[in-house]
């Protein structure tokens, strides 16, 4: 018998988005790391470049109707700052500031609340050439960044994401040399890592410093909740190494001001540089924490491995990513930051799945796999809560089909199929399926 789970009250719901994954309208922007990285020959699938995108720069107007469609009440999205800074610092491009403003107008005339993320990895190149991340002078960049923004609409927007996943900014980017800037060197890794750190408390205080007394301020994290192969005390040791390295290196510091000391001793001579004052700038009061999550390690001890373990793949389902079908990982996920970093409001910013979606003759799209991992991963939240997490919001990613990083086009995430060469957006049936969950604030499980 199915039954349905009603969410608490005030619960918001939405979609995700990020900049250079949707944007397109490149010639009216500055360029990106990303940009550059596109056009390293290898580095991207196929080739695949963010230059037209979802080309939402020119369509945002259809796509908020698509949202007001499913009846979201809010939606997260980037915004790219080579649009709004061509030169990461400097001259302002006014008519890129009036896009996003003109954005927010169309949200709110809706009924959508803009949830505003500044870093979505689409770093100006200029600012690469000096150094990147791994420059200090970036974080200060960052901060000024922040003001420009901020004085255009925080007038209107209330709710901010410093940063998305500062793991992947330091360890996709400049470790595994899989994500732009494409480096391989740990030190680098860390410096990069500290840098967004700081640079979040800087913009906390930016924004804070211009925006009302509702105006709320939070940090995005990505978890890799760790499950060791076996109760073996060397397993066990294993997956508290690949928390440590995935998880607690960034939370520990945004919550408690400090780096975890198990990683600090193994990282060696290449730990990053911390001035004084770093950590209790990375470490300010936030007003909520944002939650992504995809799927859970399994880990196993291997002398031979990156920090002595490797990560296994049990049997199980996986989606077209190859990351495996894992919901109980997010209720525990989200019980755990609750007993561990004292109870922050928490939101997931990003959830969702990548399948082969096609569009069916009868002209819809029918992915039940996504429709299930939705409705497992929501059940997860309303488990989650029934513990006592502080769970305000769920935000599905993604609203379309779009550039999916090394991958390019390639994956699908979006509960709207887009087809590239058309631009043409087809509601999937996990879309209908989501606008149903929200019209009940309930899922039926
Ligand atoms: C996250 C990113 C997001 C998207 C999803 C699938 O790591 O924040 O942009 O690519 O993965």
């Given at each position: 018998?199915?039954?349905?789970?009603?969410?608490?009250?005030?619960?918001?719901w939405g979609t995700a988005t990020a900049s250079f994954q949707i944007e397109g309208g490149r010639n009216e922007r500055g360029d990106c790391i990303?940009?550059?990285?596109?056009?390293?020959?290898?580095?991207?699938?196929?080739?695949?470049?963010?230059?037209?995108?979802?080309?939402?720069?020119?369509?945002?107007?259809?796509?908020?109707?698509?949202?007001?469609?499913?009846?979201?009440?809010?939606?997260?999205?980037?915004?790219?700052?080579?649009?709004?800074?061509?030169?990461?610092?400097?001259?302002?491009?006014?008519?890129?500031?009036?896009?996003?403003?003109?954005?927010?107008?169309?949200?709110?005339?809706?009924?959508?609340?803009?949830?505003?993320?500044?870093?979505?990895?689409?770093?100006?190149?200029?600012?690469?050439?000096?150094?990147?991340?791994?420059?200090?002078?970036?974080?200060?960049?960052?901060?000024?960044?922040?003001?420009?923004?901020?004085?255009?609409?925080?007038?209107?927007?209330?709710?901010?994401?410093?940063h998305n996943e500062p793991w992947v900014v330091a360890f996709l980017g400049n470790l595994h040399g899989q994500h732009a800037p494409g480096w391989?060197?740990?030190?680098?890794?860390?410096?990069?890592?500290?840098?967004?750190?700081?640079?979040?408390?800087?913009?906390?205080?930016?924004?804070?410093?211009?925006?009302?007394?509702?105006?709320?301020?939070?940090?995005?994290?990505?978890?890799?909740?760790?499950?060791?192969?076996?109760?073996?005390?060397?397993?066990?040791?294993?997956?508290?190494?690949?928390?440590?390295?995935?998880?607690?290196?960034?939370?520990?510091?945004?919550?408690?001001?400090?780096?975890?000391?198990?990683?600090?001793?193994?990282?060696?001579?290449?730990?990053?540089?911390?001035?004084?004052?770093?950590?209790?700038?990375?470490?300010?009061?936030?007003?909520?924490?944002?939650?992504?999550?995809?799927?859970?390690?399994v880990v196993q001890h291997d002398p031979r491995g990156w920090l002595g373990y490797r990560t296994l793949k049990p049997e199980g389902e996986y989606?077209?990513?190859?990351?495996?079908?894992?919901?109980?990982?997010?209720?525990?996920?989200?019980?755990?930051?609750?007993?561990?970093?004292?109870?922050?409001?928490?939101?997931?910013?990003?959830?969702?799945?990548?399948?082969?979606?096609?569009?069916?003759?009868?002209?819809?799209?029918?992915?039940?796999?996504?429709?299930?991992?939705?409705?497992?991963?929501?059940?997860?939240?309303?488990?989650?809560?029934?513990?006592?997490?502080?769970?305000?919001?769920?935000?599905?990613?993604?609203?379309?089909?779009?550039?999916?990083?090394?991958?390019?086009?390639?994956?699908?995430?979006?509960?709207?199929?887009?087809?590239?060469?058309?631009?043409?957006?087809?509601?999937?049936?996990?879309?209908?399926?989501?606008?149903?969950?929200?019209?009940?604030?309930?899922?039926?499980?």
């Amino acid at each position: 018998m199915a039954q349905l789970r009603q969410f608490p009250e005030g619960f918001v719901w939405g979609t995700a988005t990020a900049s250079f994954q949707i944007e397109g309208g490149r010639n009216e922007r500055g360029d990106c790391i990303w940009d550059d990285f596109c056009r390293w020959p290898g580095k991207v699938h196929a080739g695949d470049t963010g230059d037209v995108a979802d080309d939402h720069y020119h369509r945002f107007c259809d796509d908020v109707a698509l949202m007001a469609e499913l009846g979201q009440n809010a939606y997260r999205f980037s915004i790219s700052w080579p649009r709004v800074l061509p030169e990461g610092a400097g001259e302002v491009n006014e008519k890129g500031l009036d896009f996003y403003s003109r954005l927010v107008d169309e949200l709110l005339a809706r009924g959508i609340d803009p949830y505003v993320t500044l870093y979505h990895w689409d770093l100006p190149s200029a600012l690469q050439r000096m150094g990147g991340w791994a420059a200090r002078d970036t974080i200060y960049r960052f901060q000024d960044y922040a003001a420009v923004v901020a004085d255009r609409l925080g007038d209107r927007v209330k709710n901010w994401i410093t940063h998305n996943e500062p793991w992947v900014v330091a360890f996709l980017g400049n470790l595994h040399g899989q994500h732009a800037p494409g480096w391989e060197d740990l030190g680098l890794a860390l410096q990069v890592g500290h840098h967004t750190i700081v640079s979040h408390g800087l913009a906390v205080q930016a924004l804070r410093a211009r925006g009302g007394a509702d105006t709320r301020v939070g940090i995005t994290l990505n978890f890799s909740p760790a499950y060791p192969a076996s109760d073996r005390a060397e397993d066990v040791a294993a997956a508290r190494m690949h928390d440590g390295y995935s998880n607690r290196w960034f939370l520990d510091p945004v919550f408690e001001g400090r780096y975890p000391q198990d990683l600090w001793d193994a990282y060696g001579y290449q730990v990053p540089r911390v001035a004084p004052g770093d950590m209790e700038l990375g470490s300010q009061p936030i007003d909520f924490l944002g939650v992504n999550y995809y799927t859970r390690a399994v880990v196993q001890h291997d002398p031979r491995g990156w920090l002595g373990y490797r990560t296994l793949k049990p049997e199980g389902e996986y989606t077209a990513m190859d990351w495996e079908v894992f919901p109980q990982g997010l209720t525990d996920l989200l019980v755990r930051l609750t007993r561990d970093y004292g109870a922050p409001p928490l939101y997931i910013t990003e959830n969702g799945s990548a399948y082969e979606d096609v569009v069916s003759e009868d002209g819809q799209v029918h992915d039940p796999q996504r429709v299930a991992y939705l409705r497992q991963h929501l059940a997860a939240c309303l488990d989650a809560i029934e513990q006592g997490v502080p769970l305000k919001g769920y935000f599905a990613w993604s609203l379309v089909d779009n550039f999916e990083w090394a991958f390019g086009y390639s994956r699908r995430f979006g509960i709207a199929h887009v087809d590239f060469g058309t631009q043409r957006r087809t509601l999937k049936d996990s879309a209908r399926f989501f606008a149903a969950v929200i019209a009940q604030n309930a899922v039926e499980v």
